[in-house]
């Protein structure tokens, strides 16, 4: 079955990132082996396309063990609760932990229980509409509707430097997993934004604080809200 993923990649100017659309073979099936057929095939057609072999798979399921360390799942990051405690979990954890909805959330426990799991919890399926997230306490935007996820996942990369310059070796990024007509916030995509913003040398001015970032973020995002 043929299937089609955005490859993303830094550009020099605003928004400093882009993408490609890539076709390949997808082979459906809960499998490990199936995805990984699937990424072979992605990569393979990646590289023909993009003339380029510095593309970098970011999921469990890469085939680089430096992609599956920078899965939102295994990235780690600390953040300060509201007695200033520091709290260490992984990206993807505190992204689903701090969602809340009509009817319940945030469900902290999402990032705080290795038990439960971040994507699959009941309640993030059976709490009403979707209204925002809200992280210890703190409220963050819906929009531009990307930056909360971009928020966290770049403060992973500046909190973990020897990852960060992993990355900065590579000019491309995929992930299986993301399929733009389901989600709209991706590891890849936030990758190559911080290969963009690094090899442009404003990542540190940009990133000095949230509310810096999140200037930035609007004036060089369009502001599509997740409503």
Do not use: W
């Not at 439960?116 to 809200?134: D, Q, R």
């Amino acid at each position: 079955m043929q299937a089609i993923r955005p490859i993303f990649y830094a550009i020099d100017k605003s928004p400093f990132v882009k993408s490609v659309d890539i076709k390949f073979e997808f082979f459906s099936g809960f499998a490990l082996s199936q995805k990984i057929k699937s990424i072979d095939s992605l990569l393979s057609n990646a590289r023909a396309e993009l003339k380029s072999e510095k593309i970098l798979e970011i999921s469990k399921a890469s085939p680089n063990p430096l992609g599956k360390a920078l899965s939102a799942f295994n990235l780690k990051l600390r953040l300060k609760d509201e007695e200033q405690n520091l709290i260490e979990a992984s990206v993807e954890r505190f992204f689903q932990g701090s969602k809340f909805f009509e009817r319940g959330g945030p469900f902290e426990e999402i990032i705080f229980s290795a038990k439960v799991h971040p994507k699959k919890y009941p309640p993030l399926k059976n709490s009403g509409n979707f209204c925002g997230f809200e992280l210890f306490g703190e409220r963050f935007s819906t929009e531009p509707k990307t930056y909360f996820y971009d928020f966290l996942y770049l403060s992973a990369l500046k909190q973990n430097p020897n990852l960060a310059d992993e990355v900065l070796r590579y000019d491309y990024f995929s992930d299986i997993e993301f399929n733009p007509k389901k989600s709209f916030s991706a590891q890849s995509r936030a990758a190559a934004l911080f290969v963009g913003l690094s090899r442009n040398g404003i990542f540190k001015e940009i990133f000095a604080d949230k509310d810096t970032f999140f200037d930035f973020y609007c004036k060089n995002f369009k502001r599509e809200s997740l409503f």
